[in-house]
C-alpha cells in the first residue's frame, strides 16, 4: 500500500492518489424553452446538473423546459479533467505521473445523495398513449438542489385524423420524461413535447413506444456549496 486517501463516514474514497475527482468546470444561467437551448462546449466524461423552477431535461447538450416562455434552468458542469494550477495554501494530491488528482482550491462534486424512483404513470389523452404528472416523496430532505438525471424515458406516438378542414394527416410527436426537485426534496415528473411533425396521408396507427426505462436514476447535489 502507498499513496494517500481520504474516506467519508460511510467509508467511501472521496480523494485518493489514483483516481481524479469531478471538479466545478462552468456555471451558469440559460434562458430556456420547449424548443431547447445550448448549453456551452463540455468534456464528454462531464456531468451536468440543472436547477429550475420548471421541469427540465439536458438532451444532446440542450436543455428543454416544458414551456413556450423563456425560464432560467442554472447549470452546473463538472468534469475530471485534471487542474493544472497549484494554490498557494491549501491541500493537493498528485498521482505517479505528477498530475493532481485533487486540489483544495477547486470546488470538487459532491453528491448530496443518489436517488431511485421506478414510478411511472401512464394515461390515455385523445386517441394517444403519453406519460401523466405525478410526484414523489423519496426523503432526500430540504435544500436547494440540482439534478443530473439517468435513463430518462422517451415517448413517441402517431396519431391518425381528420383536421377541420378534411384532410386526412398523421401527427407524430416525440415526448421526452422531464423532472425537477423542489427545496422541500420532493421529486416533480412531467414530460415535454420536443418533436412534431404532420404527414399528410396514411402512416401507421397510433401507438405508444418507449426506448427507454422512466428516469429511475438520479444524482442531487447542493447547489449552497457552489454559489
Not at 491549501?90 to 448530496?112: A, C, H, K, M, Q
Not at 439517468?150 to 398523421?170: E, I
Request: hydrophobic share 35%; charged share 20%.
Amino acid at each position: 500500500m502507498y499513496g494517500f486517501s481520504v474516506k467519508n463516514e460511510n467509508n467511501i474514497t472521496t480523494v485518493d492518489t489514483t483516481s481524479p475527482n469531478l471538479f466545478l468546470r462552468d456555471k451558469g444561467v440559460v434562458n430556456a424553452t420547449s424548443v431547447g437551448v445550448s448549453l456551452p462546449a463540455r468534456d464528454l466524461d462531464s456531468l451536468v446538473f440543472l436547477k429550475s423552477s420548471s421541469h427540465c431535461v439536458l438532451i444532446d447538450n440542450k436543455v428543454y423546459v416544458n414551456s413556450s416562455s423563456p425560464t432560467p434552468v442554472s447549470y452546473y458542469i463538472f468534469s475530471k479533467a485534471l487542474p493544472t494550477s497549484k494554490p498557494n495554501f491549501g491541500l493537493v494530491v498528485y498521482n505517479e505521473t505528477g498530475g493532481i488528482n485533487f486540489s483544495s482550491d477547486e470546488y470538487p462534486l459532491r453528491i448530496y445523495k443518489d436517488i431511485t424512483s421506478t414510478k411511472e404513470s401512464t394515461g390515455w389523452f385523445g386517441r394517444e398513449f403519453i406519460p401523466v404528472a405525478y410526484s414523489d416523496n423519496l426523503g432526500v430532505g430540504s435544500g436547494s438542489f440540482a439534478w443530473c438525471t439517468f435513463n430518462l424515458r422517451v415517448y413517441w406516438s402517431s396519431v391518425q385524423m381528420y383536421t377541420a378542414k378534411g384532410d386526412f394527416v398523421t401527427d407524430s410527436r416525440r415526448r421526452i420524461r422531464t423532472v425537477r426537485v423542489d427545496s422541500g426534496g420532493i421529486i416533480h415528473f412531467d414530460d415535454i413535447m420536443t418533436f412534431f411533425y404532420r404527414d399528410y396521408g396514411l402512416w401507421g396507427n397510433y401507438n405508444y413506444s418507449p426506448n427507454a426505462s422512466s428516469p429511475n436514476t438520479m444524482l442531487l447535489i447542493d447547489t449552497r456549496l457552489y454559489d
